[in-house]
């Protein structure tokens, strides 16, 4: 028997590597190294994108050059070389695509290897499918399906092209340029990314699923979600990220915009597994992300979801700005750290419209050494009559290298709105462990079972198809950080 | 036939002797009950026997089915069929009973080179089991041992067992806190799994328990070592006399 669990933790440990680092190789066109306006303008025309366009690239990267990045947050890392990655790379087609059987074999066995049936599968599933490679969304599944239905979802590409009034309208409009020094990058050389827009009274009739791949040695991915439901319109949008194991880091620094309008709902969830780097913090993805939604009109509803597992260094933090007077923003947030990986995230609720609510509650897990820091601000602007927020922190620590922060900021601007703040810090306890393993676990069913119990109240917001997932990442995330 | 036999075990607790020199033989089909007052090491002998971390021999041996299994760890001995019904059971917030079960089954079916249960199938099962421990479908859906009562976290150990089917199950004080109908109820669950292929080790203070769950073996542990074992009689000397008499004896 010494022998036998001897085995079996040689072979946990030689599996325990990162699922998903593996490499595609396929025939790539890129940009040379670096960012200039060359580079802006090589992107813009590779697109044959709009005059408008370019000018509003080149726009934000002379803000870019005037900024500062944001030290704000409890993350440590050593500066980032600009110069030094590829801002453009395609997988290299010979013509355009007419089927998904013309996309590259190469391309389809890795989403196969992610999990990710392109095909007949996620019919099943009911699951339509945008998957963007490094910089170039390759392929969009049920797009007729969803277009008898009137919802458009096609790569954000594509969209310039046929939509342009459309994306030219809302772009920007959730996040301006210059938010931050990332969405100032961002929208100077944003490659790809997804576009939905559902209309009036539509619920749109399947989910919606971006899946999200860095391959390319130093590239970074720059990708720009655009989503916009019209009054009564209903929409679940999902995204789940990897990226090959590399010793360098990788930088990704997307930009998502939600915009609801009157009694509009969008359910926004992310299941993010990016390369966390090795046990010594080396290699890994840089997840800068801003994400942010607009509840424009009223009653509308904005969700977001997100388990954040992978990346180096996390840094998001999905907001709701509730204009809509009874519009409402929910946060539900499970984030794991383990080994050397860092994490500030959290969100915002700007209550701006009467009657507004909002709901936080985050689940942070820190294992190894890491560290993991809610931060999240609610703001009550004056005119958000009896607006209401919940917040519940909840911090579960395993290990005693680890370290769990919460830093609620609160503006509190009218008197009869009610703000609630709560916070929890737990380990995982001896007797705990002991309870399970004498039922037979092993210990890392037994972390698994006892931290997905600790997140289930935002496991139980994700679709369906999703969750099942979702909690083996959680175990899988916590390996080896139980002894 | 053998299904634990433990010689001549010590163990130290911080530098401190608990377990002076155990030895304990117990085969199929029997019913030992180990009695003895506060801090005797009852309950270390139950977490030594789990392979519990911090509860590792000094010395001695101890073999379950003929097997040395001091190097086992906790969940081998656990899908080896050897069961603990804690005193204190654990509360794990957020994780359904009903998962949690179904868990620690699968991992003892596995074990058993069994095919696992799929969730519906389970549920079935689970079912009917629990109706014939009294367990009501709603605790099942509670999480583990969350806000259950003394008597439904004791039911809930029972109900642990009986799906687990284990070879040797020891009850840690599983009568302590009970009123008289809760503990008629855990009693009626533990006769029913009884059978002549497994055995069952009850560790209690009290006699009481020893009514419902008749012994074969009584043993007296005082202060680490097994002063005296007989029969059912022995737990009734001790009633009436305490144990002073024995520890006197001794």
């Known amino acids: ?483 | 036939m053998s299904i634990l036999k433990i010689k001549n075990v010590h163990l130290k607790i911080e530098n401190k002797p608990i377990l002076k020199g155990i030895s304990l033989s117990v085969n199929k089909g029997e019913i030992h009950a180990v009695m003895g007052p506060n801090g005797s090491g009852k309950s270390t002998l139950s977490y030594m026997l789990a392979g519990r971390e911090g509860y590792e021999l000094e010395s001695g041996e101890v073999k379950f089915e003929n097997k040395d299994i001091t190097s086992f760890l906790p969940n081998e001995r656990a899908n080896a069929g050897l069961f603990l019904a804690f005193q204190y059971p654990v509360e794990l917030p957020g994780v359904s009973s009903v998962n949690f079960l179904r868990e620690a089954v699968n991992s003892r079916r596995k074990y058993l080179g069994k095919e696992e249960f799929n969730h519906l199938n389970f549920v079935k099962e689970v079912r009917k089991v629990a109706d014939e421990m009294f367990v009501k479908d709603e605790m099942l859906k509670r999480s583990v041992n969350v806000g259950f009562s003394g008597g439904e976290k004791k039911r809930f150990e029972i109900l642990q067992m009986a799906l687990l089917q284990p070879v040797l199950s020891i009850l840690d004080e599983t009568d302590s806190g009970l009123d008289i109908d809760a503990l008629k109820i855990v009693s009626h669950g533990v006769n029913k799994y009884k059978n002549n292929d497994n055995a069952i080790i009850l560790i209690t203070h009290y006699q009481r328990l020893l009514d419902y769950i008749v012994p074969d073996f009584v043993h007296i542990l005082v202060d680490g070592e097994i002063k005296r074992s007989g029969g059912p009689e022995l737990a009734k000397y001790v009633e009436k006399n305490g144990y002073a008499g024995i520890i006197n004896a001794a």
């Open chain 1, 1 to 483: 028997m010494v022998a036998t669990s001897e085995t079996i933790k040689k072979v946990r440990d030689t599996t325990k590597k990162y699922k998903y680092g593996f490499t595609t190789n396929v025939n790539v066109e890129k940009a040379p190294k670096g960012l200039n306006e060359d580079i802006i303008r090589f992107i813009s025309s590779k697109k044959s994108e709009p005059k408008w366009l370019l000018e509003w690239r080149l726009m934000a990267y002379r803000k870019w050059l005037k900024m500062e990045k944001p030290n704000w947050a409890k993350v440590d890392f050593s500066d980032i070389n600009y110069q030094d990655i590829y801002y453009y790379a395609a997988p290299k087609q010979k013509k355009k695509l007419e089927s998904l059987d013309e996309v590259d074999p190469e391309i389809l066995k890795t989403y196969e290897k992610l999990g990710i049936p392109l095909t007949e599968q996620k019919m099943l599933a009911g699951v339509a499918v945008d998957a963007v490679f490094d910089s170039v969304s390759v392929a969009t599944t049920f797009k007729e399906k969803l277009s008898e239905s009137g919802v458009i979802f096609c790569p954000i590409s594509e969209a310039i092209q046929k939509y342009p009034q459309l994306v030219k309208k809302y772009l920007g409009s959730v996040v301006p340029v210059s938010d931050n020094y990332y969405t100032a990058l961002n929208s100077a050389v944003f490659t790809d990314g997804s576009f939905v827009l559902v209309p009036k009274d539509v619920k749109c009739p399947m989910e919606l699923s971006t899946y999200f791949r860095i391959n390319e040695q130093n590239t970074g991915q720059f990708e720009r979600t655009l989503i916009v439901v019209e009054d009564s319109g209903y929409v679940s949008y999902l995204e789940g990220c990897t990226a090959p194991q590399r010793d360098e880091n990788q930088l990704h620094a997307a930009v998502v915009e939600l915009v609801a309008m009157k009694d509009a709902q969008i359910k926004y969830s992310t299941v993010q597994n990016w390369y966390p780097g090795d046990e010594n913090g080396k290699g890994g993805i840089y997840n800068f992300v801003t994400k942010r939604g607009k509840c424009l009109g009223d009653r509308s509803k904005i969700s977001w979801t997100q388990v954040e597992t992978g990346s180096s260094i996390t840094w998001k933090y999905p907001s709701c700005i509730l204009m809509g007077n009874q519009s409402v923003g929910e946060f539900y947030s499970v984030a794991i750290t383990n080994n050397a990986q860092q994490a500030d995230t959290g969100t915002k609720m700007i209550h701006i419209g009467k009657d507004t609510k909002s709901t936080i509650i985050s689940k942070g897990i820190s294992a190894g050494k890491s560290s993991n820091t809610y931060r999240g601000q609610v703001q009550i602007q004056k005119t958000a009559n009896k607006a209401r927020n919940f917040t519940q922190c909840d911090s579960l620590l395993i290990g005693d290298k680890c370290s769990a922060h919460t830093v609620p900021y609160i503006a509190q601007n009218v008197a009869n709105a009610k703000v609630e703040h709560e916070a929890t810090t737990s380990k995982i306890s001896d007797d705990q462990l002991f309870y399970c393993f004498q039922r037979g676990l092993d210990s890392e069913s037994a972390t698994s079972l006892i931290v997905n119990g600790f997140c289930k109240e935002v496991m139980k917001e994700l679709p369906m198809e999703f969750a099942v997932e979702a909690q083996k990442l959680i175990g899988i995330s916590l390996e080896g950080s139980v002894g």
